[in-house]
């Protein structure tokens, strides 16, 4: 993937030189002398001192000095010793370079001085010509160069390090999304913690929106943070441009992020308010999309496969349906009931999904009831009950035997549907909590069903009614527990019907 393109580097600073000493011709002719230098296109700019206490001033406040001209003797027989000695030791400053000078010949400091406070070079002043100091000057200041890009390399080392571990966190986390919205959402706030863009970074990056594109045009917001993305013919275009031509761009201050994967669809991310990215920045970014395109490959393939399931189930609760001439909707508005009341019994996400997916086949038994039972418009006989009542038995028999959470939850329920609270059900008497809770459910969204709707051997009832003969059964027929959520949330039961009628 290609990224942006780092901003062009600015003017390269002037090397920070300070000169320490007490006699003020020393500063001027140093500076004279060296107007004319230059290394690597950079000149110099002076930082001047005349004891040694301003020098330590300075370079308490100074961070990026690379090159100190220090006379040895001012306010006292050591002043510049002890000034080196400081630096190195306790200011810990180890990069800028330190050149010695003294005005007495013969005054060489102890080597053990030069070993220990790292001194570049010494010098008499009266070896101060132009030439000499040139070459000291090009010296000191080509070994500070070399320790920065050491140092440099280093930072970047740490910060590289530091963002792959970013990277990896922020992969980790998305990569357990397991639906689109969920991915998306999770998708910008890792974005943001991986460019550092917290709080009030975000006031510099205006917005990040999380775009999906089918590939042929048509995009869908799927999450936003900050300023809202509005698909513009001018965005659109971008996306366009970004999904054929297989690349990230930034144009103007918008960065489209183009993540490719290899089902039909792209996701797309985009930036506004960005005013540059780092190489390193881009660099994270490249590596965390290329595991958020496979998370995304596998969050479509995933919703592709749930969306066919959840299709295949409605569509086997509807042949039932259909034979049985109980139009229209009874499994689609018993698994909305189903949801309804699993959520309010506080199930946890996931069982209300495999209850909710499982519920519209608690009927698929009656596939062999013959049509002469199922659709008889009166009350059947002894004889007719007896093969009605074996479909929670052949509903069993179609399902049992998988190990997905779905078809094991529709087998239990196809075989306990008919239980009932009391122990009198069928098939088995099973009684209370020994009736499986997915059952226990289904029982009570079934009835509600049944009863609120016209099946060929009775008429719908009024609510009143199906509420009355609920909290009658409550306890003997029904779970009372499940009634009473029924009872409680019964605007939602009866929303549902309205959005599914029959
Ligand atoms: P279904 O029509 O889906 O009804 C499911 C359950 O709702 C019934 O289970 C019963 O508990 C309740 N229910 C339905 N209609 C009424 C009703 O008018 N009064 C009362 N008190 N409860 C009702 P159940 O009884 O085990 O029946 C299972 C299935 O057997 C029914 O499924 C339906 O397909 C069939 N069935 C039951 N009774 C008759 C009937 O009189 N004539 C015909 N043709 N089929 C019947
Ligand atoms: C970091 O700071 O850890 C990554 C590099 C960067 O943000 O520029
Ligand atoms: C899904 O699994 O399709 C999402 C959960 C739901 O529809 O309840
Ligand atoms: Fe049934
Ligand atoms: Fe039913």
Not at 40 to 65: C, Q, S
Not at 68 to 87: I, K, N, P, Y
Not at 362 to 371: F, R, S
Not at 398 to 419: C, F, N, W, Y
């Amino acid at each position: 993937m290609s990224f942006l393109s780092p901003a062009a580097s600015p003017k390269l600073p002037p090397w920070k030189i300070l000169l320490v000493d007490d006699e003020p011709d020393i500063h001027d002719i140093t500076k004279l002398t060296l107007t004319r230098f230059r290394l690597d296109g950079r000149g110099l700019t002076f930082l001047h001192a005349y004891t040694g206490m301003e020098a330590k001033e300075v370079l308490a406040r100074e961070k990026d000095i690379a090159l100190v001209f220090l006379d040895v003797v001012m306010e006292r027989e050591d002043s510049g010793l002890e000034v080196a000695r400081w630096m190195r030791q306790d200011l810990d400053n180890q990069f800028t370079r330190i050149v010695l000078r003294t005005g007495q010949p013969g005054q060489a400091p102890e080597e053990r001085v030069i070993v220990n406070y790292d001194i570049n070079d010494y010098k008499e002043k009266t070896e101060l010509d132009r030439t000499k100091l040139f070459t000291t000057t090009f010296a000191a200041l080509r070994a500070y160069r070399d320790i920065m890009k050491v140092e440099e390399a280093r930072l970047q080392q740490m910060h590289y390090r530091e963002g792959l571990e970013r990277v990896i966190a922020a992969s980790t986390h998305i990569f357990k999304q397991r639906n689109l919205k969920d991915f998306a959402n999770g998708l910008l706030l890792q974005v943001v913690a991986l460019l550092r863009l917290e709080q009030s970074m975000l006031l510099r990056l205006r917005g990040a929106t999380a775009i999906a594109g089918d590939g042929a045009g048509a995009y869908e917001v799927l999450a936003q943070i900050g300023e809202e993305t509005l698909l513009t013919p001018e965005l659109m275009a971008q996306l366009h441009a970004a999904q054929s031509n297989r690349i990230s761009k930034l144009e103007g201050d918008t960065y489209v992020g183009y993540f490719p994967n290899n089902s039909g669809k792209a996701s797309l991310l985009v930036l506004k308010g960005v005013e540059e990215i780092s190489e390193i920045d881009a660099k994270l970014l490249e590596i965390f999309c290329s595991g958020v395109a496979i998370a995304f490959d596998n969050i479509l393939l995933n919703q592709e496969i749930t969306d066919t399931q959840a299709e295949l189930i409605l569509r086997l609760g509807d042949v039932v349906e259909s034979r049985s001439h109980e139009a229209g909707n009874h499994v689609r508005r018993m698994a909305e009931v189903c949801h309804v009341l699993a959520k309010a019994a506080g199930l946890p996400d996931d069982e209300v999904a495999v209850l909710k997916h499982a519920a519209p086949m608690h009927d698929i038994g009656k596939i062999a009831t013959p049509d002469s039972v199922l659709l008889k418009p009166g009350k059947l006989d002894p004889e007719e009950w007896e093969i009605m009542k074996q479909h929670p038995a052949v509903g069993l028999s179609i399902l049992d035997g998988s190990q997905r959470p779905i078809l094991k939850a529709a087998a239990v329920i196809a075989h306990q549907h008919h239980e009932k609270y009391d122990g009198t059900g069928y098939p088995q008497g099973l009684k209370g909590e020994d009736i499986h809770q997915y059952a226990r459910i289904v029982a009570v969204a079934d009835v509600f069903d049944a009863l609120m709707h016209k099946r060929v051997y009775k008429d719908a009832w009024p609510v009143e009614r199906v509420t009355e003969y609920l909290r009658e059964v409550s306890g003997r027929h029904l779970d009372p527990r499940f009634v009473e959520l029924l009872i409680q949330n019964m605007d939602q039961a009866l929303a549902i019907n309205e959005r599914l009628p029959d």
